[in-house]
Nanobody
């Protein structure tokens, strides 16, 4: 019953940056962890990062650490994924999801999913 909407994707040159947003419709993220996943064509769904709304704790995948930053905006009830130094291999559909566990990294722990936003990185 939690409706999530991602936005901020687009086509960016390698080395550029994007800031993705995940907003919950009609409620706050209080009590949830909010995760980011990505899936490229023909690839498995990959964990990117997650944040605990209540404790402001984050966890990011080693593969993106140093380039990807997850944060929240309390006033806007929004979670952000800042992506810097984009690489062509970052091209994927990026999804946000909500879980009741603390900072889970597996997709099966997330029960509410957005529809995704496309990130395309050109060479």
């Amino acid at each position: 019953q939690v409706h999530l909407v991602e936005s901020g994707g687009g086509v960016v040159q390698a080395g550029g940056s994007l800031r993705l947003s995940c907003a919950a419709s009609g409620r706050t993220f209080s009590g949830y962890s909010v995760g980011w996943f990505r899936q490229a064509p023909g690839k498995e769904r990959e964990f990117v990062g997650t944040i605990s709304w209540d404790y402001d704790m984050t966890r990011t995948a080693d593969s993106v650490k140093g380039r990807f930053t997850i944060s929240r905006d309390n006033a806007r009830n929004t979670v952000f994924l800042q992506i810097d130094s984009l690489k062509p291999e970052d091209t994927a559909v990026y999804y946000c999801a909500a879980a009741l566990d603390l900072l889970p990294t597996t997709a099966t722990r997330y029960h509410y999913w957005g529809q995704g936003t496309q990130v395309t990185v050109s060479s």
